[in-house]
């Protein structure tokens, strides 16, 4: 395939938009996506990030995240040429990256320190409410 092609390939992939729903059965995403709806199960059990949660008649329901999920599978494995293996570590890797840039590092507190925070902070709560109050 030309890079040509694959750069077209690859801005389409971009282009789709999810719609605005809560939930969307394997037939939606299937299309949406552009792929087989066997294809979507198969994944489910190759990528621990893609797990639909099951209606009470056991139709898949993917979130939004689902759907943006396979998208980034679909473009891992046929726009960016990833094995299942390779892809599955990529995903790993860019979690990661996610987790600690959106955590907050909080140094670990002792049980004694956090009492002594926790007395500064009534003492502090005492002091307005009385100057509120006087």
Same mark, same amino acid.
């Given at each position: 395939?030309?890079?040509?092609?694959?750069?077209?390939?690859?801005?389409?992939?971009?282009?789709?938009?999810?719609?605005?729903?809560?939930?969307?059965?394997?037939?939606?995403?299937?299309?949406?996506?552009?792929?087989?709806?066997?294809?979507?199960?198969?994944?489910?059990?190759?990528?621990?990030?893609?797990?639909?949660?099951?209606?009470?008649?056991?139709?898949?329901?993917?979130?939004?995240?689902?759907?943006?999920?396979?998208? #980034? @599978?679909? *473009?891992? !494995?046929? &726009?960016?040429?990833?094995?299942?293996?390779?892809? =599955?570590?990529?995903?790993?890797?860019?979690?990661?990256?996610?987790?600690?840039?959106?955590?907050?590092?909080?140094?670990?507190?002792?049980?004694?320190?956090?009492? #002594? @925070?926790? *007395?500064? !902070?009534? &003492?502090?709560?005492?002091?307005?409410?009385?100057? =509120?109050?006087?």
């Amino acid at each position: 395939m030309s890079s040509r092609k694959k750069s077209a390939v690859k801005s389409k992939t971009d282009e789709i938009l999810i719609p605005d729903k809560l939930y969307f059965r394997i037939g939606e995403v299937a299309t949406l996506c552009r792929l087989p709806a066997y294809v979507l199960r198969f994944w489910e059990s190759e990528f621990p990030q893609l797990k639909p949660v099951k209606s009470s008649t056991g139709q898949r329901m993917y979130r939004k995240r689902d759907v943006e999920s396979v998208l #980034r @599978i679909k *473009q891992l !494995l046929y &726009e960016q040429g990833f094995t299942i293996v390779g892809a =599955r570590q990529q995903l790993r890797s860019e979690a990661k990256i996610d987790k600690g840039q959106s955590a907050i590092p909080f140094p670990a507190q002792s049980p004694a320190e956090m009492q #002594r @925070i926790r *007395q500064g !902070l009534r &003492e502090i709560l005492d002091m307005l409410t009385a100057r =509120r109050t006087g």
